[in-house]
């Protein structure tokens, strides 16, 4: 059973436009939301990470908006570049600490000049 | 500093012969994890260790597989006898109490 859901499994996306990745979740002992992102032949990097007592975290051209009520968060790209072509995961877990990370299935994007 | 090392990046190994995967966590982190990542399952826990202690290996698949820390620079992951179906990214990471997991650069896995 997939505790993370992640859409869409792929994205094309033009320079300079926005990507957007969309991740729901059933259990609601998650408190930590971390968005990862994989480059071919690396292992995943955390990208950037929100708790559930904000509704959106940013940084730089990346933001994770957070529905609590709907069970629902999603990973903004800003002014996409042809650099940020990589694999995304999402992932949840209860707390920071906590040793089990529940990863999304992942979505791959590319950005077209 | 140096991150997660792994070893080795690439191994092709014929069905029933003994893997074992080798990594040496960023010092001074005390949790160690091992992930797999597959098309089908994405990614997996598979066991960690706290202190060098295996704390939750609810993950490993069945008895074929097996890890050890035997000390806090160095796990092994080991699969014995190896199975087609093992194939698979397996990625090694680690924390230290409360931070972000760093993963390494992952094992290549093929079992022919």
């Known amino acids: 059973q997939q505790q993370v859901k992640q859409s869409p499994q792929s994205l094309i996306v033009q320079k300079g436009g926005i990507s957007i990745i969309n991740c729901a979740y059933e259990?609601?002992?998650?408190?930590?939301f971390p968005w990862y992102q994989q480059f071919p032949g690396k292992g995943p990097a955390l990208l950037i990470a929100?708790?559930?007592?904000?509704s959106e975290k940013k940084e730089g051209r990346f933001t994770i908006s957070f529905n609590k009520s709907a069970k629902q968060f999603s990973l903004h790209i800003m002014d996409s570049q042809p650099g940020d072509s990589a694999t995304y995961f999402c992932?949840?877990?209860?707390?920071?600490?906590?040793?089990?990370?529940?990863f999304g299935t992942g979505t791959r994007l590319t950005v077209i000049p | 500093d140096a991150g997660v090392i792994q070893s080795p990046r690439h191994e092709v190994t014929e069905m029933g012969q003994e893997v074992t995967l080798r990594c040496k966590p960023i010092?001074?982190?005390?949790?160690l994890f091992w992930y797999r990542q597959t098309m089908m399952r994405g990614l997996e826990l598979l066991i960690y260790?706290?202190?060098?202690?295996?704390?939750?290996d609810s993950g490993m698949p069945e008895d074929r597989f097996s890890a050890k820390m035997p000390n806090a620079s160095f796990s092994t992951l080991k699969i014995q006898p190896s199975e087609p179906r093992d194939s698979a990214v397996y990625f090694c990471?680690?924390?230290?109490?409360?931070?972000?997991?760093?993963f390494g650069e992952g094992s290549w896995l093929t079992v022919v």
């Open positions: 010092s001074g982190h005390d949790y």
């Open positions: 929100i708790r559930p007592d904000v």
């Open positions: 259990n609601t002992a998650f408190d930590y």
């Open positions: 992932a949840a877990s209860m707390g920071t600490g906590a040793n089990n990370l529940f």
């Open positions: 260790f706290n202190n060098n202690v295996p704390i939750d």
């Open positions: 990471a680690s924390r230290r109490d409360g931070g972000t997991i760093y």
